[in-house]
């Protein structure tokens, strides 16, 4: 049996919808559509993040997570409160009867600075709080949650209930947090006005190089021996728990990561759309996240990209054309694809794409090297290619 696929970054399929993809979003959308629909698409391309996290630990470590909005709101939060620190400077809030702080703590009598802001006068100390501090949160939730093996339904319910939580914590803190306004009227990050459209059309190309940078490393993840283990613990759990592995630590890691990942979407999506509000931290949010994995693929990184934007697009335009019954509309088009492709929209590709595409080419490799691989190894190489991180 051959090995030579496993051995491989990307197929020849994989690697050709990653060159598809930069295409897109490098050059087709850029020249095809004005600055503000630009912005509308990094700040779609920004849940891809979250999308991306929940391939690695639904897809792959069959952990389902429906609080990944907490995450993503926290590094939007740790990016706000950096921005809005900026745009709050004694000559900015001078009519303020405590200048230096931001608007919403004045309007709430606060006369000094919390000290948990005080870290995020720095745009260093803001960038690593942006990872760290969720990291640490959905570590500890891992912590207390999987050495206890909770795993299932009964996870899903508890992240649910977290958001709820941190929801409700954050519109009741409105002196700290901003309440359920939010972090509003974000300016500038070291002087450079992030409101303008040259700004806007910069953001988006970094959050486009994010993107890519992120799935470089899911897809190094899922074809290290972590992504082959994190297969088998979804699918035989106690199987791998008596071979002597701690399945425990590899479903905290995944759930960390994933988390990370989801803050620093987060924080992309602050800086294109200029405030952070409780609204993206809650369960409603959360399940939405859910549903782009799902649309996608929650097998495909790439996947997690296409689900991202055709929901959000789907969603946009939808609201636009039947504001009444948008809800309904956008609910039997997520109720169509899960019924009809239930692999998503990447298990058509995978399907009538990938798999003719690396068939061709392995043929054509032999054939070059005179060395016709046997059917068992052909069959090999689809089924690798079926389960790689990005299909």
Known sequence: MSNYSKQKFLSPAELGGFIVLALLLFVVLPLSVGDFRLNLIGKYLSYSFV???????????????????????????CMAMFLKLEASSVANTSIQ??????????????????????PFNSLGLSLIAVVLVPGLFAFLIGLAMFKRRVGGVYFAIITQAVAAILTILIVGSQGMTGGINGITDLRTMLGWDIRTDEAKVIL?????????????????????????LLVAVRDTEERVRFSGYNVDNFKIFIFTLAAMLSAIGGALFTLQVGFMSPSFVGIVPSIEMVIFCAVGGRLSLLGAVYGALAVNFAKTTLSEAIPELWLFALGGMFIAVVSIFPNGL???????????????????????????????????IEETDSTAGVN
Not at 357 to 376: G, L, S, T
């Open 51 to 77: 999308a991306m996290g929940l391939v690695l630990c639904w897809g792959y470590g069959g952990i389902l997570s429906l609080g990944q909005g907490v995450f993503f709101g926290i590094g939007g939060y």
């Open 97 to 118: 009867s405590t200048p230096g702080i931001p608007d919403f703590m004045d309007w709430n009598q606060l006369t000094e600075l919390p000290w948990f802001w005080e």
């Open 204 to 228: 988006y190309f970094v959050c486009v190089t994010f993107v890519f940078i992120c799935l470089f490393i899911c897809q190094f993840v899922l074809r290290s021996k972590l992504g082959r």
């Open 346 to 380: 990447m298990g058509l590709y995978n399907t009538y794409i990938a798999a003719p595409v690396n068939r061709c080419y392995y043929a054509a490799v032999a054939f070059i090297n005179k060395d016709k691989p046997a059917e068992d190894e052909v069959l090999t």
